[in-house]
Nanobody, 130 residues
């Protein structure tokens, strides 16, 4: 059975940090790139970051570039999202997803956000207070 389970969310003050974890089971990281998405109340889902299955290349959306870091521990089948300098606008449910692509980003039209999510977790809530 395929599972993606997120953890690490919580309440933090603006400027603080959190580290999210995405524990995966039932499939190989070799075949799927892993991405983080978020969805704030009343807003559409947006991509946050992605790590490519092909060569581990990482990609970040402009809104989090320089503040968030995605990494993976293949031995533990876990992907992490280190979030620093958090802002109130980062408040959202964060979830990880597995996408059967080798590279997260080739072009604006061939980016991870345009592909079907093969698997996804239920999410973890991140709340940033001002």
């Amino acid at each position: 059975e395929v599972q993606l389970v997120e953890s690490g969310g919580g309440l933090v003050q603006a400027g603080g940090s959190l580290r999210l974890s995405c524990a995966a089971s039932g499939f190989s990281f070799d075949d799927y790139s892993i991405a983080w998405f978020r969805q704030a109340p009343g807003k559409e889902r947006e991509g946050v970051s992605c790590i490519s299955s092909g060569d581990g290349t990482t990609y970040y959306e402009d809104s989090v570039k320089g503040r968030f870091t995605i990494s993976s521990d293949n031995a533990k089948n876990t992907v992490y999202l280190q979030m620093n300098s958090l802002k109130p606008e980062d408040t959202a449910v964060y979830y990880c997803a597995a996408i059967r692509i080798s590279m997260c980003y080739y072009s604006p039209h061939s980016a991870y956000v345009n592909y079907k999510l093969d698997y996804r977790g239920k999410g973890t809530l991140v709340t940033v207070s001002s």
